[in-house]
Each structure stands twice: as C-alpha cells, then as structure tokens.
C-alpha cells in the first residue's frame, strides 16, 4: 500500500531469480548486483548452492552469476576500476572480474575479523563509501566477544562487545574505528557532503532501533560485554550517560539499509514491513526528525537492503518470510519518487552545514584554537554533538594537566576533564587513583564506569571497600556491584550477583 503521495513501487525481480537476498547495489549501465544468501542459517535440507552467490540482473531481465565463494555475506557495495565489495561476517573483501569473462576471478581480502564469535549477521555489515574514497562499514555488538579486525597494512583495532563503525583505504590500508557503542549498525549510508547515518538492526533489551548521526569520536552508548540486561548503569541507549550521543530517532523493527534522499534518509523495516522516510532539519550540531511512512506492506512484504540509482530512484531487497532460515523466496522493488507530487519531500538540496556544526567538526579534527577555559565552556553545552566534540578536543591536551589543576576546577570542569583524560590515557593509574577519591559522587561514578569498561583488575579491592561504606548514594552503590561484577570476571551479571548483594 502507498502511503505518500508521490511514491511508485514496482516488483522488479523475484525467486527463483533472486532468493533470500542481503545486498544490493546498481551500476551505471543499470545492472542491478544482489547478493543472495544461501548459508545464512541453512537448513539441513536445503538443495540450494554450498555458497552466497553474487547475481547480476541485467536491464533485460538476464541473470548470470559473477561470485559464489564466501558465506554469510552481509553487503554487497561498487567500487572504482571493477570491484565488487562484500561484507561478510568475519571479513571485507574485494572481487574483480580480470578476464573479461563477467565471473570473478580475483579476490583481495581487505580487512579480517578474529573471535570465537560466529553468529551471522552481528559480525560486520554496512558497506558505504565516503567522498573522500575511504571504504566504510561497521561490526555489531559480536555477542560480546573479544575480537582483533586487521586491515592489509596490519593496522588493527581492538574491542569487546561494543561494536563500531570503521573508515579504511578502497585497498584496507589506514583502518580505524571512528565510532563505537552499538548494537548493530547494518545499514550505514554516507551523503555527498560526508555526513554519515547507520540504522541499528536490533535493540536487543532496549527497544526501540536507532537512527543514528555518525560522527568521528562518537560513543552512542552501548556495551554488550554487560549482558542483554535492558538496564545497567553504565550502558544507555539515547545519550543518557556523560559523553555518549544520542539518537536522532526511533526506527521501526529490524532495518537492515539506509539511504539519502533529499534532505532526509529513507529507511527500510524488515519486521514492520514498511519503508520510512526521515526528512533532517538542522539541530545546532547534528539534526531533528520525525518519520514519514511511504509504503505499508503485508506480512510477506520484508523489506531489507536498499541502494540510490539515482537522486530519487531506489532498488529495494525483500526477504518476503519472517523466517531467519532460508527458504528459497526473494524480490527485488524499484521505489521512485516524483518530487513534484510528493509534498512530503522538502529541497533536493542539501542546505549548508550549521555554525554549531561547522565549529564541531573543527574540534573534532584538531583545527579549532580555543583555549582551555573555551574548551570547557563548550564541553557543557546542552548540544550533546558539540559537547562530545569538545571533550575530543580536551582530550589532545589531557597531558598538560596536573592533578593540583584539576583540584582547582569546578566540578562540571573535573568530570569534563575525567572524561578527557580517559579518552587519551585509558591506563593512566595516577588520574584514576585521583579522581576515585574525589569526594564529589559523580565523579566517583565516572570513574567506576572507567575502571568497568577498561577492565582495570587491579582496582578490586578498592572497590570491595567503597561497597562496604553504609553511606553510599544508590547511584555509585550500583556503580560499585556492577564493576565489582565485571572485574571478578563476571560483567554480565550486571548488579544481580546474589552471593554479594546477600
């Protein structure tokens, strides 16, 4: 059912040409690429390909296969000079077809994922391209398990169960993450001005999914090395927790793509089986929105991936069964908008970036000549992005402050200051040591959660004795029970450890 005025939706493709797909992308010559999954959870009958095979639907209809070597492929993204990117669960990769015979036959490894975790679609996902040429994509929360992800140049990045969103060269060189605290971000989208949006597939405990505002610094909150409980005191969900950022807004059920259009974002549910449209007006330093359905369907209508052929044209996946196995079922949808008919759709143009953002990202890369007494003046402003951005930039001069300075702060200065230091010397005993005896409570919970996420056991002690003080607020006590949880070796127990709530 079209909900919007202006919208067009037509079926382009379906099984047996397409079957349970997870990735879609279109070339200039209108070739649509999709990949179609056949080992994301195969059942033991299942007659279909040992491998995810990599189709290519032609305008006429005509379908070949170009790849069918890689399994639990996630996303599927066009490069430069004939590259097919493919995302699967533990790996980035990059088919060419160097023979001329329209099958791959080359295939470079761009970044590898090492964990014990092997569950399909938590591992990474989200292929997007950047404007500068910078490959992006992200990992899920990888059911807390450790994980080392190493690009071609052997740079490698390190976490747990907090997931991130990653840049690297078009070849894997120059990995890094830039933003962590997720569930999983599957769909990642970047616009032509390299403002960058994922939408979170799944809650987990927290509901609801997220549209999210990616930023290069930003922790949006998340940390499953804490279990699935839906509360603990140092996970939140929309920027509760000092430092975090929060959501621009709810998502429906399940989003697997994300996409630009106009000035807003397009957004597919695979469980509400909808396609939403989020028009972005400027907020200070990010943006507001509220969501505007286009398309309602049926319970065989799962909409999933989603790629731009053009300003207003969009190919679509769809999964059509609400069943995670694969059951050989699949549609490929065109969605176009007329943006004379849909009132809906506000400019095409990207309007400039705000003052507030434009200063936000100066600090965020280090160009921006406040002095200390500007940085902490901007570090407690109510924009979230802009005080996260000053933190950033607090954190590139942590080394020039003492502790007698710190003592001479205010106390939103000092936990501004906490929060810097922490970000640019996660180790550093002295200023650990320092601020758990500072007599302010929140900054003795800062610290907690400092010690928590780092996983400092050294600390145990002197948490055993802060959880026997009779005076303690309920905010550290649980602040207490939680880390002495997680560095028992227990973080999953959260504040609900019997033996020591007894």
Known sequence: KIVAQGVRLTLVAEHPT??????????????????????????????????????????????????????ATMDLELGADGWVYLAERDRILRVRDDDGDGVGDREEILASLQTEADYPHNGLSGLAWHPSGDLVFALGENYWRSWT?????????????????????????SLRRIAKGFWNPFGICVRADGTMFAAENDPGARPPCRLLHIVEGGDYGYQRLYGNAPIHPFVCWNGELRGTLPMLHSLGEAPCGIAPLATGLVVPSWTDHRIDFYPLSPHGASFQTERVTLVEGGRQFRPTCITQ??????????????SYKLHGYGRVWKLEVD????????????????????????LRQGAETQDDVGL?????????????????????RADTFTLARSDRLAVEDRLNLLMAVRSAMPTADRWIR??????????????LRWIADEQLESYLGDVESMLIDSTIDYQRFEALLATWNTLSGNPRDGVTEPKMLL
Request: charged share 25%.
């Open 18 to 71: 397409v079957m349970t797909p997870t990735g879609i992308d279109v070339d200039d010559a209108g070739n649509l690429w999709v990949v179609c999954s056949h080992t994301h959870f195969r059942p033991d009958d299942y007659e279909g390909p040992e491998h995810d095979v990599v189709v290519v639907i032609e305008p006429d209809g005509a379908r070949r296969v170009f790849y069918d070597r890689t399994d």
């Open 149 to 173: 992800l190493t690009g071609t140049d052997r740079e490698a990045v390190e976490g747990t169960g907090e997931g991130g969103v990653f840049r690297c060269g078009a070849d894997g060189t």
């Open 309 to 322: 052929a053009s300003p207003t044209v969009f190919y679509l996946t769809d999964w059509v069964y609400g």
């Open 339 to 362: 943006p004379d008919a849909a009132d809906w759709l506000g400019p095409l143009e990207l309007p400039p970036a705000t003052a507030e953002s434009l200063l936000a990202d100066r």
């Open 376 to 396: 902490f003046q901007l570090a407690r402003s109510e924009d979230p992005f802009l005080a996260r951005a000053a933190l950033d930039a607090l954190a590139r």
């Open 434 to 447: 320092h601020f758990l005896e500072d007599s302010d409570p929140d900054i003795q919970f800062e610290t």
